[in-house]
């Protein structure tokens, strides 16, 4: 194998409950401090105990850090898998297993490493209770022996993951030691092709999850009350939210000034939202695919009545349960057109931990700008998995509060109606209980209503409301962050991405020019869709769509507006649904294929 | 308990909160001419005029149905929020949270409570959010033109005269083993009965479940309905006599030694039950679902108060929320600071 410094990917293979946890992000961050970009996926399965799980960890200066399909470490904790990991195993691998698995027997060309770690962990770990907990460091020591970790940034991992308990702090360390000096023991002359040599690339950098980031976000742009309903990937966007609002968010005597409330379902945890939005505080939940289904009913009620409501899809793969602890951008269509009747529903699609954050703080000014449901589309990569990102930085300026009239203001209007046209973009005026003035008051109903918010079947009435909502979603565009022009050559061959994909989007424009193709990257960041996009259509002939998803949904979301149709035809999807995060040679091997089978056909 | 205002003519006086009777009122009904649930609205109407409360101090909170419709007719100087079928209860609950300070009027039916709703009903009763719950309860599915509902009884007939083969489910036996610390029966018909109840209600400090039957006059008025006018005042069953006092007024109730019970409530009001029953205890919950289920035995429609806990936690101490409510926090005081940003990020690092 030629070296490789600072540019591998190790996979460790463990079974779920094991406590591997801790281990690998020791592993982590401990590259991560010697100023090497990293990244770290969870392949995990629903279930608490006993299942395999893989942990992948990509080493990379140049800040490549989307999954590698292929690993040049492989640890081998799980009896379950180890068969099949092996026999996947890329040639010239590393290979650490434990010492009764006959990884040479299989594989004559991979480096098979042998490790006695029942024997090892009961030297280093006196206590017998304990060694199940502390095995997994050896494979630590072991693994950062081999590539060159030091010390000093192990220590400094140590220090980070188990906060100063110096007792447990000792006890992993004596593990780690252990696998250290078994390498240097048994392996006195071999040196490994992948190494890691300090950089300074991560100096300022953080490593964060994209549901941390989104439930940052919420706290400092004011949320109030955040109610929930447990479900996989979205369940620690409340534990984060809960984790910071408990210290940042507590008055002077201590007490809370916001609500978090784990609700009986889904549907009570939007209800809640907009019963705490219409009373006038800003309220959201967070939940994944089944979530949104119960949810439906509500975000039609909200879109109708024009209630504030902030909503993150950590999106997984669905239909019904079907993986339920993997990625996928399965909800883009559902969530855009969701409910019954004539609806449509503002979505962000965060990029980028950054814009986890960024976009979770401007989903609540939206909210109350928009007086709607705001969807934020991320996913269980984004928002459960380990990213690289600069700090997340402060957004200093007031909140947006949106058109709100308040008995003050009464004081100079003459006429008020809820429903009423008067600044022309669609953008009515809202009024909050508890308002003294009577002309101020209404009654919100998802029945048909008229500029006065009062009950009415008329169809006319109904139409101009529809038409207004309409003349709101136009309005819509402007608030919204605008599609990026990731990357631009000028060349007639485009590709579009969004959401989780940029990641690997990004690299693979990156490969796909060292291979010769140059293409434009434009990356949809919010539905409605701005005029960038209608731009890139028009100014590319060959346009590729990235989804993960099977049906191509973001391709279908963009031919439902009639005024792209004449470019549909130009679209062409590349579709990945296998539920892991996306890699960069996946949609580069797919994008060459492609672009070669054009110019056959042309030849 | 009449004092010399409240013989004025009450649509033209003000209450102590300088409201007329008609500040409470609301647009125009559109049910039925005859139908429970335009009687309950008028109790209604009394009970806050009476109580003092300004309507704009308010919020009213239903699901859908007819009953889901009455309050768009009383306190127009409220703001109303007709929610989607059987979620009200998580809309009051999050509307409570943000504002602590209003008092909350929710209205049901038993389609929307006992059938569609049946969850949020026993979770808005798990977490105690204060408001006065209202079940007006007819048994039948008005606006769809009459099937049964969960709270009809069994073997009762259906205008058609299909007969029910199901069960009843019986809201304030669940309220009870659910842990409700405020549940009562009454009819829409009794405003003696119904009025101090609906001010009890509303003054209690977690969720108080009343369960009114309310006939529809339409659909579920025939023989063999048990939820007719004729059958409601030929089985009911009076618990105690109910009395509603404020602070130093004094109590005028005629009643035998030992056989009164006053319960203290929020402001200073007192209700007052006269016991029919001479050994009946509202304090004590296990009685009550023995009360309760006697009287079903016996088929009769026992009314009243049948439990109340004068000391019930209210969800925000529970929560551990701040003293404002959080509607009243300026948005300074809601975002952290950038040094705080700045800690989180170094835990990062």
Known sequence: MTSKINDFSISVATVNGSGSQSSNQVLIRSIFRMGIPVSGKNLFPSNIQGLPTWFTIRVNENSWTARHTQNDILVCMNEGTYLEDVKSAAAQSIIIHHDHMKVAEIRKDVRSISVPFKDLVAKACPEAKLRKLTVNMIYVGIVAELVGIEESAIDEALDQQFRAKSKVITLNKDAINAGREFIRQTQPNFKSPCQVQRRNETKNKILIEGNAASAIGAIFAGCQLFSWYPITPSSSVAEYFSQYADKYRLDKDGKKTFAVVQAEDELAAIGMVLGASWMGIRAMTATSGPGISLMAEFTGYAYFTETPAVVFDIQRVGPSTGLPTRTSQGDILFVANLSHGDTKIVCLYPGTVEECYSFAYQAFDLAEQLQWPIYLMSDLDLGMNLW???????????????????????????KFGRYQDTDNDGICYRTLPGLKDRRGVFFTRGSGHNEQAQYTESGEAYVRMMNRLNKKWDSAREYLPSSV???????????????????????????????????????LRAYPFDSKLEDFLKDHDQIFIVDQNRDGQMRALISQDSKYAAHISKLESLLYYDGLPLAASSITLDIIERVNRSVAKVG | MSTPETKLNPMLTPNKAGFTKKDYQGSVSTLCTGCGHDSITMHVVSAFYDLDIPPHRVAKLSGIGCSSKTPAYFLAGSFGFNAVHGRMPSVATGAHLANTSMTNIAVSGDGDTASIGLGQFAHLIRRNVPMLYLIENNGVYGLTKGQFSATADKDSLQKKGDRNKFQSIDLCMMALTLGGDFVGRSFSGDAKQLVPLIKAGLLHQGTAILDVVSPCITFNNHQGSTKSYTFVKEHDEYLHEVGFVHGAEEIKVDYEEGSLKIIELHDGYKLTLKKIERDYDPTNRIAAIDRLEKSREAGQLLTGLFYINPDSLSLKDTLQLCDTPLVEISAEALRPSESALAEIMDELR
């Open chain 1, 388 to 414: 690289m990102s600069d700090p997340l930085k402060y957004i200093d300026k007031p909140l947006q509060r949106g058109k709100v009239l308040h008995d003050k203001d009464f004081e100079r209007i003459e």
């Open chain 1, 485 to 523: 022009l990731e990357y631009q050559s000028g060349s007639r061959l485009g590709v579009i991405a969004y959401g989780s994909s940029h990641d690997a989007m990004r690299e693979s424009v990156h490969e796909l020019k060292q291979n010769g193709i140059d293409l434009d990257y434009l990356r």
